[in-house]
């Protein structure tokens, strides 16, 4: 008879704590996921985003440019005139 008021005071203890972590499971009904910005990217794709170029430095043969939108900034290594390689600054 004394595990019955043991096993009550456990489970009631276990749904407290469910109902604390319950509000980190996932993404409320009715809004949009917010995905992190990705660690490489090309110009194009941070340009579709809305990025905006700030600056642009000659690096040897090549140049670097960085891009902002926001609080978050890219540096993008510009390798021809088509291809580019963008890593996130902050």
Known sequence: MQALP????FLLSASAAFAQDAGK???PLGHEEAQPPAEQS???EL??????IKAA????GKFVV????DQSAYA???QSLTASRCGTLN
């Open 25 to 27: 499971l996932g993404t």
């Open 76 to 78: 993008c290594e510009m």
């Open 66 to 69: 960085f891009m902002q939108k």
């Open 57 to 60: 430095v000659p690096n040897g």
């Open 42 to 44: 090309s110009m194009g």
């Open 47 to 52: 340009l579709s985003k809305g990025y905006q």
């Open 6 to 9: 043991l096993a009550t005071a």
